[in-house]
């Protein structure tokens, strides 16, 4: 019995861990958002978007606003970029979308 009790202790703990529902969707919306960016100036690398976190959150209406900061990281050929990224986010009618974003070079990171 204490193995049992153990193993689904474990179970719950892990399918605890992981992005939110919300960091998820927040994930893809600004990652195809900089990607279509990138494409329509033509200057295409791949990416990912890395640590997405909420930092605040307010409703006004029936609108959920969402304060959130991210990293991009950018794959050249020779080395890795990194922007620190941060914007405001919403939820309406259970569809997300981009208020404003923006980014700037991260000089911890880049080398």
């Not at 992005?19 to 690398?45: C, G, M, R």
């Not at 405001?88 to 070079?105: E, P, S, V």
């Amino acid at each position: 019995m204490k193995k049992i009790l153990l193993f689904l202790s474990i179970v719950f703990l892990l399918t605890g861990c992981g992005p939110s529902e919300e960091e998820t969707a927040f994930t893809k919306l600004v990652h195809n958002n900089y990607k279509e960016k990138q494409i329509k100036s033509d200057t295409y690398v791949p990416f990912n978007i890395l640590d997405m976190s909420i930092k605040d959150k307010h409703e006004s209406g029936d609108t959920t606003y969402y304060n959130v900061e991210f990293i991009i990281q950018e794959h050249h050929p020779s080395r890795r970029y990194y922007y620190d990224g941060a914007g405001t986010l919403f939820k309406y009618q259970g569809k997300y979308g981009i208020t404003d974003y923006n980014y700037h070079a991260n000089t911890r990171l880049n080398h």
